[in-house]
C-alpha cells in the first residue's frame, strides 16, 4: 500500500481489517525503502477507515514502524481512531507503548511535518503526567501555546474555553536518533539524550551533504533534549561547521547549557564558528537565520561538468514530470529545447522553483522552474481554495516530491537505485541562477499555456 | 483523456468526464442473460435440478467456470467435481443458484484489467470467499431468504462497473487518490450521483434480477439505513463481509483496498460477532 506524503509525514490508509493476514501489505518492502529514500519527519498508519484490528496485525505494523524509526529516526504511530480504540491499543500493548498515538491526523500536524501552522492555544490532559508533559513540550517545540489541564475534571470544566484540545493522545519513547525537520527553509536536527561517537556514527552526513547541495544553507542542531555531549560528539559537530563554512554553510546549536558539556568544549564549537542559542525560540527570533536561509543562496564554489550517466536518466525525469503536470493541469506540456548549457530564463516573471537532490546510484540536481499561474493550476488540489503563499509553496514542495517518487520508481525498475532530498522551494529565480553559479547541466524548455516551464538537470 | 475545465474544486475538474449518461451507455453494451442460463435457474426454481444440469451440460465455459469455482478450497471438496449432475447435487438448489448468478459477472469482466492489479482468477477467488461466506451469516442471522441468498455472487460485479468506467481516466483518477485518498465509490458519486452499488443495481435489472434483489443491492451503500428494518442487520454483516474480503492481501496488493468507504459506523458487537463467525 503506497504511503501518502504530506508536509513531510508519511500516512498510511489502510481500510476494513488489519490482522495478520494482509498487515504485512500494508507496509512493504517497497513501501520501506521509499520511505528511507525520502527520509519524513514522521510515518504514521491512519486508523480512521479501520473497522476491526488485532493484535498480530497491529503488532506487524509496529515492527515495521519502529524499523524505519531506527533507520530514519521518524516521529511514528497512529491516529485518527475514537476513545474505544486508543484503550484497545493500550491494552494490547500492555500499555508499553514505544509508539505514538495522534487521536486525529489533524493533530498530528501540530506536532510535526513542514506545514507552517498558526500559533494555536492548545489544552491538554493525558491520565498519566509525564505524558501530560510530553505531549506539553511537543507542542510547545512547535510554537503552541499549551495548557495543561490538572485532571479529568478540570479538562471538562476548561476545554469549552480553548478552540482546541488534545487527549487520547501518546508520544512514544525518543531513541537517541536525529530526526530531521524544515522550517522556513532551514533544516532543523533534533538531538536526543547523548552525542557522541555513536551520534557521529549514525549521522547520515549523505543526507546532509546533499541538502547543502540543493541550496540549504543553515542547519540548526536542537540539544534541547540532550543529557551531555562529550568530547567525539563536539569533535563531530564542529567539523560539520568547518566542512560546511567552505560552501558558506551556517550551523547553529540550541539548548547547549553548560551542565551539559564541559566549557572547554563550547569554546571549541564557538571556535568553528557554531552559533549558540538557549532554546529553537530564540533562534528563530533571530531574524538573520530566517532571513539569510529565504534569501541568500549558496553559491557552488567547484564547477563539476554534467555527465553522460546524468544525462541518460533525463528521459525519465521529463516522463515523469511531463506526466504529472498534465495530469494535473488543463493542459499539455510542450517541449520547446534542450540545451547543455548554464541555467537561464528568459523574463522576470514571477516563478516558483524546487530544487532536489538525487543522489545513490547517482549524484545531481534537479531543478523545476514554473510560472507561478501554472504552479497554483498544477498544485490546486494540494490546496484549500483561499490558499496564502505559505501554503502553495508547501503545495509545490508536495507536488514536486510526487514527481521525485515518480522518478526514483521509474529508475528502480532500470536498477537504478536513487533517493531524493527534500525539495527547497524558491521565488526568485534569480537565487537558484545564483546557487547554480554557472554550472553547466542540461535544460529544457516548455510552453504550457504559454508560460514557462524549465527542467535543469547539473551535477 | 485529457481534462479541460478550470475550477477550484479538483474533483469537479474532472465531473464531466464520467456522468449519467457515460454510466447509460456503458450499461447499454452489458449484453442479455443468456438462453440457456434462464433456462436453467427456471428448472432450479422448480427444484428439477436433473433437468437444470442437462441444460447447462453442452456450454462448456459455463461447466468450466462452475468446476473452477467449487474447486476452490474454500468449499472444502477433497475431489475435484467436474460433472455438472454431481456438482448441483452436492451444491443443492440455493448454492447452485448462487453460482450460475455469479456467472452472469463472467459476460461483463474484461480480458485484461487496467485500473486494478486483478485477474479473473482472483475474482472467482473473491466470489467464492463472498458466497461461503454470506452463507454463514444468513445461518447465523436466522434468515432464510433465497433472492437475499442468491444475490451475492452478483455484487463483485461492482469491481467490474469500476474497473470499465474508471478505465479512460484511470491517470487523472490514481492521481487524485494519492492525494486525496477518495474512495473509489466516493469518487464516482460525486461524479455522477451514483454509488457503484447503484451502478450494479442496474445491471441487474438489466439482467432481469427481481426488484427485492435489486433494492438491496441499492441498500448496501445506502445512508439511509432504517435502524427498525428487516433489512438493518444482514446489510450491515454484508458490508462487514465487503470490507472483511476487500481488506484480503490479494485485494489489497491489487489497488482495490480502498473501495468503499462505508460511513457508518460499526457497533462493537456486531464487529465480534462477524469476526468470530468468519474468521474461526
Known amino acids: 500500500m503506497k504511503p501518502v506524503f504530506k508536509n513531510s509525514v508519511a500516512l498510511f490508509y489502510p481500510s476494513g481489517f488489519i490482522d495478520g493476514e494482509n498487515a504485512s501489505v500494508i507496509i512493504t518492502g517497497l513501501d520501506e525503502k521509499e520511505i528511507l529514500a525520502k527520509k519524513p519527519e514522521a510515518i504514521f498508519v491512519s486508523l480512521k477507515k479501520v473497522v476491526f484490528f488485532n493484535k498480530k496485525g497491529m503488532a506487524y505494523l509496529v515492527d515495521r514502524m519502529l524499523f524505519l524509526k531506527d533507520k530514519c529516526a521518524a516521529f511514528v504511530g497512529f491516529c485518527d481512531y475514537d476513545k474505544k480504540k486508543f484503550h484497545l491499543i493500550q491494552e494490547l500493548f500492555s500499555h508499553d507503548i514505544s509508539f505514538s498515538l495522534i487521536q486525529s491526523e489533524d493533530i498530528l500536524f501540530w506536532f510535526c511535518g513542514t506545514k507552517k501552522s498558526e500559533e494555536k492555544e492548545i489544552i491538554i490532559y493525558a491520565k498519566d503526567s509525564e505524558q501530560k508533559n510530553q505531549l506539553a513540550m511537543a507542542l510547545i517545540e512547535r510554537k503552541h501555546k499549551v495548557v495543561i489541564s490538572k485532571d479529568r475534571e478540570d479538562f471538562e470544566k476548561t476545554r469549552k474555553n480553548y478552540d482546541f484540545m488534545v487527549e487520547n493522545s501518546h508520544i512514544g519513547s525518543m531513541e537517541k536518533k536525529v530526526s530531521v525537520f524544515i522550517k522556513n527553509n532551514i533544516i532543523i536536527y533534533t538531538l536526543k539524550s547523548f552525542i557522541d561517537s555513536d551520534f557521529a556514527k549514525d549521522f547520515n552526513t549523505k543526507y546532509h551533504r546533499n541538502a547543502i547541495k540543493v541550496g540549504f544553507r543553515i542547519f540548526c542542531f536542537n540539544a534541547e533534549d540532550v543529557s551531555s555531549i562529550n568530547i567525539h560528539g563536539a569533535n563531530f559537530l564542529t567539523k560539520l561547521s568547518i566542512d560546511g563554512a567552505e560552501d558558506g554553510v551556517s550551523i547553529a546549536i540550541c539548548g547547549l547549557k553548560s551542565g551539559k558539556i564541559a566549557q572547554i568544549l563550547i569554546n571549541d564549537i564557538e571556535d568553528a564558528g557554531i552559533i549558540l542559542y538557549d532554546n529553537l525560540i530564540s533562534f528563530f527570533e533571530d531574524e538573520t537565520n530566517v532571513h539569510q536561509a529565504n534569501l541568500e543562496a549558496r553559491k557552488m564554489l567547484k564547477k563539476i561538468k554534467i555527465d553522460r550517466k546524468t544525462i541518460s536518466i533525463l528521459p525519465d525525469v521529463i516522463d515523469s514530470t511531463v506526466h504529472t503536470v498534465e495530469a494535473l493541469s488543463d493542459n499539455s506540456v510542450e517541449k520547446r529545447t534542450v540545451n547543455i548549457q548554464e541555467l537561464i530564463h528568459g523574463d522576470d516573471a514571477k516563478y516558483l522553483i524546487s530544487i532536489m537532490g538525487i543522489y545513490g546510484d547517482m549524484d545531481c540536481i534537479f531543478v523545476l522552474v514554473m510560472e507561478e499561474n501554472v504552479a497554483k493550476e498544477v498544485c490546486k488540489i494540494l490546496m484549500s481554495e483561499d490558499f496564502t503563499q505559505e501554503e502553495l509553496k508547501d503545495a509545490y514542495s508536495e507536488f514536486s516530491n510526487v514527481i521525485g517518487s515518480k522518478v526514483i520508481q521509474k529508475l528502480k525498475s532500470k536498477h537504478i537505485n536513487i533517493e531524493t532530498t527534500m525539495p527547497r522551494i524558491f521565488d526568485k529565480i534569480s537565487e537558484v541562477i545564483k546557487l547554480e553559479n554557472g554550472h553547466i547541466g542540461v535544460q529544457v524548455n516548455f510552453k504550457i499555456q504559454k508560460q514557462d516551464m524549465i527542467l535543469f538537470l547539473s551535477k | ?280
Request: hydrophobic share 45%; net charge positive; with cysteine.
Open chain 2, 1 to 280: 483523456m485529457k481534462l479541460k475545465i478550470k475550477s477550484t474544486n479538483s474533483i469537479k475538474r474532472i465531473c464531466f468526464l464520467l456522468t449519467n449518461s457515460t454510466i447509460e451507455n456503458y450499461i447499454s453494451t452489458i449484453p442479455p442473460v443468456p438462453k440457456v442460463m434462464k433456462s436453467c435457474l427456471s428448472h432450479l426454481d422448480a427444484a428439477d435440478m436433473m433437468q437444470a444440469a442437462n441444460v447447462v451440460k453442452e456450454d462448456k465455459t459455463f461447466i468450466l467456470f462452475l468446476s473452477k469455482i467449487v474447486n476452490k478450497p474454500i468449499f472444502g471438496f477433497t475431489k475435484e467435481i467436474k460433472d455438472p449432475h454431481q456438482i448441483f447435487g452436492i451444491l443443492g438448489l440455493d448454492s447452485a443458484k448462487q453460482i450460475i448468478y455469479g456467472y452472469y459477472s463472467l459476460l461483463i469482466i474484461p480480458k485484461k484489467w487496467e485500473v486494478f492489479d486483478f485477474s479473473n482468477k482472483k475474482f472467482q477467488n473473491l466470489q467464492s470467499n463472498l458466497i461461503v461466506n454470506w452463507n454463514k451469516i444468513l445461518d447465523f442471522l436466522n434468515i432464510d431468504d433465497k433472492d437475499m441468498r442468491a444475490c451475492i455472487t452478483l455484487l463483485p460485479a461492482a469491481l467490474i462497473v469500476c474497473e470499465m468506467l474508471f478505465r479512460d481516466i484511470k491517470g487523472t483518477i490514481l492521481l487524485l487518490r494519492e492525494s486525496k485518498q477518495t474512495s473509489f465509490d466516493e469518487l464516482l458519486f460525486k461524479m455522477s450521483g451514483n454509488t457503484l452499488f447503484d451502478v450494479t443495481s442496474k445491471i441487474a435489472k438489466k439482467w432481469e434480477f427481481n426488484k427485492n434483489i435489486q433494492d438491496f443491492i441499492t441498500l448496501i451503500s445506502s445512508n439511509k439505513l432504517d435502524k427498525n428494518s428487516n433489512m438493518y442487520r444482514p446489510i450491515i454483516f454484508l458490508r462487514l463481509l465487503i470490507s472483511y474480503e476487500m481488506s484480503k492481501s490479494y485485494v489489497i496488493q491489487s489497488g482495490l483496498n480502498d473501495f468503499f468507504d462505508f460511513s457508518l459506523k460499526f457497533d462493537e458487537n456486531d464487529i465480534l460477532d462477524f469476526y468470530s463467525l468468519i474468521a474461526k
